[in-house]
């Protein structure tokens, strides 16, 4: 019973503030098209890009969370995520020097984390309110890690590939589950 109210609140919030996850899909977009686009530059520019794209997904995930959290609803998973891509972010930011070392690092380390947090994220949404796409969100960053470590000696174009292949279906679920969000919030208050 507590699980239901609990499920309801997080659906009813995220219906309001759908348009915060289709901007981190469009974030995500956009940095998976640079990094195609121009691999060269992206390469030479992908601290900086990363680390920018690392702190607007964790900023929009963290007012996600502190609207949830005004509701007096469950936040931490949400706001855990978000405070690590900024942490991440912000690092890349303040430690250039050592960033391309640690790139590698930083990368898997988000990956690996957010598609973990976003996948236990999931099953808290009925699938009416997009679970299967924030799973697959979750999922592709959990395997985009998992795959950096595993093959943690290629090349850097095939890197910057992984890494914008990965930006790419992360935002393009992302942006999809904010617009079915958005449909379903239309649709209830239609009734």
Do not use: Y
């Not at 469950?74 to 960033?99: H, K, P, Y």
């Not at 391309?100 to 999931?122: H, N, P, R």
């Not at 395997?143 to 935002?171: Q, R, Y």
């Amino acid at each position: 019973m507590a699980l239901d109210g609990a499920r309801d609140a997080l659906q009813e919030m995220l219906e309001q503030r759908w348009w915060l996850i289709a901007l981190r899909g469009v974030a995500g977009i956009l940095f998976g098209i640079i990094c195609f686009a121009n691999p060269a530059v992206a390469g030479l520019s992908l601290i900086l890009l990363f680390a920018v794209f690392s702190v607007v997904d964790g900023v929009l995930g963290l007012f996600s969370a502190i609207g949830q959290a005004r509701q007096g609803e469950r936040w931490v998973w949400l706001a855990i995520e978000a405070v690590a891509s900024i942490a991440i972010g912000v690092l890349m930011l303040t430690m250039q020097g050592f960033a391309l070392a640690f790139l590698f690092i930083f990368i898997t380390v988000k990956a690996i984390l957010g598609g973990i947090l976003l996948t236990i994220a999931a099953f808290k949404l009925d699938a009416e309110h997009g679970r299967g796409l924030l799973l697959g969100a979750g999922l592709i960053s959990l395997l985009f890690g998992i795959v950096l470590i595993l093959a943690p000696l290629t090349g850097a174009k095939i890197l910057i590939w992984w890494i914008g292949a990965w930006s790419l279906l992360f935002g393009a679920l992302l942006l999809a589950l904010g617009f079915k969000l958005r449909s379903v919030a239309k649709r209830l208050a239609a009734r």
